[in-house]
């Protein structure tokens, strides 16, 4: 940590986001949460419907608790899984009202893009003039203005899910996937509340982790109310192993599994899954669209018109945001190399296994600049929430220190 601590930006009012920003009070340290959405909680809200694997005791940290309790509100607990939009009505919400954090969110805030002021990416490498210069944040508003803010820390909160990758081979587009790009569906609908836009419908469903087995899941059922719902599932590995973990702690994780087997092995007609396929190629097909299916093993293609295409094919956080700062990646993962390192070497097969690694392997090569929470981990999906709420109490240790406590 280079020199004495002012004012940080925390980007992102999700789970860890608010999380640091009750460090943060806690420190006496002065502090602005901005967040893009109108609301706490904005990537959450986008999957609302959807229920962790984890209960609601992995899915609170104690701080966030004993601010509550503090408060004479709620503390969530027990074994129940929440959805999203229960972890925001009963967790993130209350947090955000809380008087010493409400007052320092700035809602529809979007943080564009992070700088050095007066300096540039390649400008005073690993130098203490560096870190002497105040972070530039531009931000903008939902009505497009712009303006400027600045920072001596800044922590990158934002998560992964407004980021969604690519469904060609290879994780580029496939030829035609950018012309498409506004009848590509990236994120788990709700069936049950858009059964009109989805039954009846021929889908391509592209990918293979928990939220494309959710979707497979639940058009399989929608499928029972709506005749004529029919999904193509398109599996680039020939073997997928679903994700399976052995002797799963999580019931749900592993009942998800069980059923996207048994869907992939021809449980329900209304879903035809091509294992070791990709999509080359998207046409518009007369208010359809025309899918290239290839199989990596024979090499032969074959058309199928849908009406519906489905990208669930996982998602990474932008990097964009810092591009002028020195941040150094990892070739494989996107995410910081020390981090990265760590995450591979440890090699655990389970998010529950995940632990912490300290803050020397959250640090970047730019002073005072973190990466905490599910964009810490880059393609590395093995995230809890548990882990976040680790790197905060890590990285405000390390403020402490700076700062003489």
């Not at 280079?2 to 999380?19: D, Q, R, S, T």
């Not at 005791?57 to 104690?62: Q, Y």
């Not at 020397?360 to 393609?379: A, C, H, M, Q, T």
Request: aromatic share 6%.
């Amino acid at each position: 940590m280079e020199g004495a601590v002012g004012n940080l930006a925390i980007l992102g009012a999700g789970p860890v986001g608010l999380e640091a920003a009750l460090a943060a009070a806690d420190a006496g340290l002065a502090f602005t949460v901005y967040e893009a959405g109108p609301a706490v909680g904005g990537h959450v809200r986008q999957w609302g419907h959807v229920a962790l694997f984890t209960p609601w005791d992995l899915s609170i940290s104690p701080r966030m608790a004993r601010h509550l309790g503090d408060a004479g509100l709620e503390v969530p607990s027990g074994p129940a899984c929440p959805t999203g939009d229960e972890l925001v009505r009963r967790l993130l919400e209350p947090l955000g009202r809380l008087p010493e954090l409400a007052p320092y969110i700035r809602l529809g805030a979007r943080v564009e893009a992070v700088g050095r002021q007066g300096l540039l990416k390649h400008e005073e490498i690993a130098t203490a003039a560096r870190a002497s210069r105040p972070f530039r944040l531009l931000l903008t508003s939902p009505q497009g203005v712009e303006e400027e803010a600045a920072a001596d820390v800044v922590l990158d909160c934002t998560g992964t899910y407004g980021h969604p990758n690519c469904l060609g081979d290879g994780g580029i587009p496939a030829p035609g996937e950018r012309g498409l790009v506004g009848r590509i569906e990236h994120h788990l609908p709700s069936f049950s509340a858009d059964a009109r836009d989805w039954g009846g419908a021929s889908v391509l469903l592209v990918g293979a982790g928990a939220s494309a087995q959710t979707a497979a899941r639940a058009l399989a059922e929608l499928a029972r109310q709506a005749p004529g719902t029919q999904v193509t599932w398109v599996v680039r590995s020939p073997e997928p192993t679903w994700g399976a973990v052995p002797d799963d702690p999580l019931p749900a994780r592993a009942e998800l599994v069980d059923q996207a087997r048994r869907l992939a092995g021809g449980a329900s007609a209304a879903v035809d899954a091509r294992l070791g396929v990709t999509v080359s190629r998207l046409v518009s097909d007369d208010g359809h669209v025309r899918a290239t299916l290839a199989d990596g093993g024979s090499g032969r293609t074959e058309d199928v018109t849908v009406d519906r295409i489905l990208a669930l094919t996982g998602y990474v956080g932008d990097n964009h945001l810092y591009r002028q700062l020195q941040v150094h990646e990892c070739y494989a993962t996107a995410a910081p190399i020390n981090l990265s390192a760590a995450l591979l070497g440890a090699a655990a097969g389970d998010c529950l296994q995940q632990e912490s690694h300290g803050v020397d392997v959250l640090r970047n090569p730019e002073p005072n600049f973190f990466i905490l929470g599910s964009k810490s981990y880059g393609r590395v999906n093995q995230f809890l929430m548990r882990v976040g709420w680790e790197q905060v109490d890590e990285v405000f240790g390390a403020l402490a220190e700076a700062n003489g406590g």
